[in-house]
């Protein structure tokens, strides 16, 4: 099983929809979750930070479920302009440090 | 002003070259990083580096050295390069130590290609 596991997609979606998908991660000693966005042929960008508590930022909603080690990314009322790749990253702090990225999910926007 | 630069943008080398590719932040930051993108897109981390000391070194082939001179500089110089070298390598930096609630700041990446 690989440490953090993404659906690469293309998940399509109509503008205007709302859109879903899940990281999960394998380590339960992982401390610290984001979610970057990617466009093509560009360098990755902090989307957000995942609390525990959950966070919102305009049309984009993040989670974390400890118990089934995922997390989560929710994006409201979608616009053409968040077709992109949006990549979770996983921390590790143990004896060593460890950034573990997933594979990317790619979102198309469709009009 | 640009945050994280490298140079340069593009390398095109035959196999069996060396060859150097520069990082610059000036964000003031502590730690630094260089990942690896293959063609299939996934994103991996190689090494960090945060005040000039080597924190994260991933299981990479020796022929990949990374040089920090200050912590705002972090150089990778890549010996004897082969095929599957070619790929998009991108440098960032973060304020703190990996994983902590830090942004990682990318720069715009070098692409490879060996020939």
């Known amino acids: 099983r690989k440490e953090v596991e993404q659906d690469p997609g293309p998940f399509n979606v109509p503008e205007g929809a709302t859109v879903a998908f899940n990281c999960t991660y394998s380590n339960s000693a992982s401390q610290s979750f984001f979610w970057y966005r990617q466009d093509c042929r560009k360098e990755p960008k902090l989307l957000m930070s995942v609390y525990s508590s959950g966070n919102e930022d305009g049309r984009f909603t993040a989670q974390l479920n400890r118990a089934s080690q995922y997390i989560s990314l929710l994006i409201r009322d979608s616009k053409l302009s968040d077709s992109a790749t949006y990549l979770c990253?996983?921390?590790?702090?143990?004896?060593?440090?460890?950034?573990?990225w997933g594979a990317g999910t790619k979102l198309i926007i469709k009009p | 002003d640009t945050a994280v630069s490298q140079t340069p943008k593009y390398l095109v080398t035959q196999m069996g070259n060396d060859k150097s590719i520069k990082c610059e932040q000036n964000l003031g930051h502590d730690t630094m990083y260089w990942y690896k993108q293959d063609s299939k897109k996934f994103l991996k981390i190689m090494f960090s580096y945060n005040n000039k000391e080597l924190i994260i070194n991933e299981t990479v082939p020796n022929r990949f050295s990374p040089k920090s001179p200050d912590k705002a500089h972090l150089n990778l110089h890549i010996n004897s390069l082969e095929l599957g070298d070619s790929a998009v390598y991108f440098c960032?930096?973060?304020?703190?130590?990996?994983?902590?609630?830090?942004?990682?700041?990318f720069g715009p990446g070098t692409r490879l290609t060996v020939l």
């Open positions: 960032a930096s973060s304020q703190d130590l990996p994983g902590v609630r830090d942004t990682q700041y």
């Open positions: 990253v996983v921390s590790v702090m143990d004896s060593n440090y460890q950034l573990i």
